[in-house]
């Protein structure tokens, strides 16, 4: 009975192993994991040269809400080659590209006018 021991445990040790994988992966919930790369999550305000002044409001998956005192806008945001452009649903674009702990923006309008416009410039910081 004793020289059974073993392979009787060494039996259980393989249907054990065989039936327990554990429980699938689950997918990732956009709003509850990590930041996508390179995104700038949270708030945010830019000042551009010409004066104006937007808020960002930029979420885990790359949504993000801007306010302007006159214009309000949603879109997507992804990063690309080390920048990242942001595209809103009123037409316009805009390219951040970090510079320490803040980002060099250039902003077009209409999103068409890209590469052929010269951008406004503005500079992003983290909101408080």
Known sequence: MIRLLPVALLGVIVVVAQTTRGDPPRPAAREAGPPAAGL?????????????????????GGEFNVEQPERRAHGVA????GAVVFRSHDDRIERWTPVGNRYVVEHWFPAS????????????ERAP
């Open 40 to 60: 700038p999550v949270g708030k945010w305000k830019v000042e551009f040269a010409n004066g104006v002044k937007e808020g960002y409001h930029i979420g885990n």
């Open 113 to 124: 006018q890209v590469p052929i416009a010269t951008p406004v410039l503005g500079i992003a």
């Open 78 to 81: 992804e990063a690309r080659g």
